[in-house]
Nanobody
């Protein structure tokens, strides 16, 4: 059993900043990657940013230069620093992790419950 606990969402004015956090816990052998997705009303869930345990980060074009993903592997935690927020960033943000869980030791995806980010104009 793996749980992803998110925090940091809220209401902010355009141009402002928020930092989202997501901590993974449970029967974790290792985490291959963690990332953030978002889903705006009436739209599909899209990748925002992903950070592998090893390798380069990847960002959606719409957030490049404004958002920064980082991780603390010792704490199984991923962060998303969001600067210069725009109204179009308004969405429910979901944490995702690809986790290796004993005794199967095969990677599986887990999701957080989502946290709402609202950017006012």
């Amino acid at each position: 059993q793996v749980q992803l606990v998110e925090s940091g969402g809220g209401l902010v004015q355009a141009g402002g900043s928020l930092r989202l956090s997501c901590a993974a816990s449970g029967s974790i052998f290792s985490i291959n990657a963690m990332g953030w997705y978002r889903q705006a009303p009436g739209k599909q869930r899209d990748l925002v940013a992903v950070i592998p345990r090893r390798g380069r980060t990847n960002y959606a074009d719409s957030v490049k230069g404004r958002f920064t993903i980082s991780s603390d592997n010792a704490k199984n935690t991923v962060y998303l620093q969001m600067n210069s927020l725009k109204p179009e960033d308004t969405a429910v943000y979901y944490c995702n992790a690809e986790v290796v869980v004993p005794p199967v030791y095969l990677p599986s995806n887990y999701w957080g419950q989502g946290t709402l980010v609202t950017v006012s104009s």
